[in-house]
């Protein structure tokens, strides 16, 4: 079964400073995978995905993250953040089958300091 | 942007009673999904369909749970029962054939008292 494993439960980082959240998989084939995020009273909002190709990927709002096969991580990065980058970031697997349901993982609350 | 929207944004209801969440996908969609977040703990998967029929569920969508696609705009989740544990943010979730990210709804927070 598939699983994601997101180490940090909160991270606190200064306006302006870089940003690094950690996302581990179990999967047993090639994953789909996916950053959302979630703000206060908000849904979930992409930020990137990763199929395949190129193991570096670019999103939204500055975000990018890298696919590490090897490793079995998809760390997303920011290199300076601002204040509303304030939010609930969650990493999810996307099952290639029937139902293409996404597992998350549980979730890291990132909190920016002025 | 098209979006995908839930109604109502909070339903309180007794223990017992019958809800009905509903969700407007985007119009292209041919895949939708609930998934739920109880409070505190990861987002769930709950259930897929395709084609009007259920493509997928987990072992928390059991007899009390129903969804349905009433017309050719909404996409509802039905709890027949509800019971204290089913307290929860449901996510409405679609997304077109040919590509796999699944966009979300601001999701119904609903509270069983």
């Known amino acids: 079964a598939q699983s994601v494993t997101q180490p940090d439960i909160h991270i606190t980082v200064s306006e302006g400073a870089s940003l690094e959240l950690r996302c581990n998989y179990s999967y047993g084939a090639t994953p789909y995978l996916f950053w959302y995020v979630q703000s206060p009273g908000q849904g979930l909002q992409l930020l990137l995905k990763y199929f395949s190709g190129d193991t570096l990927v670019q999103g939204i709002k500055g975000f990018e993250a890298e696919f590490k096969r090897s490793q079995s991580s998809f760390n997303l990065r920011k290199p300076s953040v601002h204040w509303s980058d304030a939010a609930e970031y969650f990493c999810a697997v996307g099952e290639i089958a029937a139902g293409n349901k996404l597992t998350f993982g549980g979730g890291t609350r990132v909190l920016v300091k002025p | 942007e098209p979006e995908v929207t839930q109604t109502p944004s909070h339903q309180v209801t007794q223990m017992g009673q019958e809800v009905i969440l509903r969700c407007v996908p985007i119009s292209n969609h041919l895949y939708f999904y609930w998934y739920r977040q109880i409070l505190g703990q990861k987002v769930e998967f709950l259930v897929s369909?395709?084609?009007?029929?259920?493509?997928?569920k987990s072992e928390i969508f059991d007899d009390q749970f129903s969804v349905e696609r009433p017309d050719g705009s909404n996409f509802t989740l039905k709890i027949r029962s509800t019971k204290l544990e089913d307290s929860a943010m449901y996510f409405c979730?679609?997304?077109?054939?040919?590509?796999?990210?699944?966009?979300f709804g601001p999701g119904t927070r609903l509270t069983v008292t």
């Open positions: 369909f395709y084609n009007n029929e259920i493509s997928e």
């Open positions: 979730a679609s997304r077109p054939a040919s590509r796999y990210e699944q966009y």
